[in-house]
Nanobody, 114 residues
Framework: QVQLVESGGGLVQPGGSLRLSCVASGFTFMRYIMKWYRQAPGKEREFVAG????????TLADSVKGRFTISRDNAKNTVYLQMNSLKPEDTAVYYC???????WGQGTQVTVSS
């Protein structure tokens, strides 16, 4: 049974940091590009970051470049999203996704507010 379980969301003040984690099970994790998406209220789900299975080549949306970092630990079947210098516009539910599949996590809420 495939599972993607996100954690690490929460309420943080502008300028703060959070680290999201996504633990995968039920498929060969290292074979897949993993991505983070987010969806704010009333908006479409948007791409945030991606990382290749081997080699760790990363891609970031322009809106988060210089602030967010994606990484993975294939030994732990886990992908991370380090979010620094958070802004109110980063408020959304964040999802991890295994590219090319229907495998999505349940999401974790990130709220940036003073």
């Amino acid at each position: 049974q495939v599972q993607l379980v996100e954690s690490g969301g929460g309420l943080v003040q502008p300028g703060g940091s959070l680290r999201l984690s996504c633990v995968a099970s039920g498929f060969t994790f290292m074979r897949y590009i993993m991505k983070w998406y987010r969806q704010a209220p009333g908006k479409e789900r948007e791409f945030v970051a991606g990382i290749t299975g081997v080699g760790g080549i990363t891609t970031l949306a322009d809106s988060v470049k210089g602030r967010f970092t994606i990484s993975r630990d294939n030994a732990k079947n886990t992908v991370y999203l380090q979010m620094n210098s958070l802004k109110p516009e980063d408020t959304a539910v964040y999802y991890c996704y295994a590219a090319g599949t229907n495998y999505w996590g349940q999401g974790t809420q990130v709220t940036v507010s003073s």
